[in-house]
């Protein structure tokens, strides 16, 4: 029989029709007011200033000193209160220098601690009396530099503190009989002394201690009974 149609013989034509046909790739245009983008641009900048703001300045408040950083490690400079611009590798830890109160009472909520934390004193005559102290001092100014270095930061000045106190408080109590320190006869010269003690103290170097206060001297129980 008669072989059909052959079936190439439509291919070019299929082709040619398609490379006279334009190829139309759908496009937006955008048209923007020139009106409208001034609100974007300055909110742009205004985010990008407030970031580089944040990104570079610091302020120290008032009532500390700013030991300034840079990677890490002191550079020897103080900065005053205030705000200061520094590039982002550098920092400052502010010191407080104003004057703090370190309590250390029986009475809980009281103190620095949340229990009893007053002192037990044994005095001259072997009576053991519970001292509640206050503690003001604060940072010498001019020595931040050296108690960052060698110390550390605020909470181990006050660690010292309390430590130092606890330990001169019992020393000085130990000059002088219970009865004396819990009727008040002697409690001039034994917060002198306690105060005294603190001040010569190499551990507390840099820290000036203003004031030793002896708020409350307990005896034993079966001495007030």
């Known amino acids: 029989g008669r072989a059909g149609p052959r079936s190439d013989v439509s291919v070019p034509v299929v082709l040619t029709n398609l490379r006279r046909q334009p190829i139309r790739i759908p496009t937006t245009n955008i048209h923007l007011n020139s009106k409208a983008a001034i609100p974007i641009i300055f909110a742009f900048l205004v985010v990008t200033s407030g970031m580089g703001f944040l990104l570079f300045s610091h302020t120290v408040p008032e009532g500390h000193n700013g030991v300034k950083t840079s990677w890490g490690a002191t550079t020897g400079e103080v900065l005053n209160p205030g705000l200061h611009f520094m590039p982002p590798w550098q920092g400052t830890y502010d010191y407080p220098v104003r004057q703090h109160l370190y309590v250390m009472s029986a009475t809980k909520d009281e103190g620095a601690t949340l229990q009893d934390d007053s002192i037990s004193v044994i005095a001259d005559d072997e009576m053991t009396v519970d001292v509640d102290a206050a503690i003001g001092f604060r940072t010498d100014p001019t020595e931040s530099v050296w108690l960052y270095e060698n110390i ?22 130990n000059e002088h009989e219970g009865m004396a320190l819990a009727t008040g006869e002697a409690r001039a010269e034994f917060k002198a002394d306690s105060k005294k003690c603190m ?7 840099g820290v000036e201690i203003v004031e030793v206060s002896i708020r409350n001297i307990e005896p034993p129980q079966e001495v007030i009974q």
């Open 152 to 173: 550390g930061m605020f909470p181990e000045i006050k660690d010292r503190v309390r430590s130092q106190a606890r330990e001169c408080i019992r020393e000085s109590g």
């Open 199 to 205: 001040e010569e103290s190499e551990n507390l170097q």
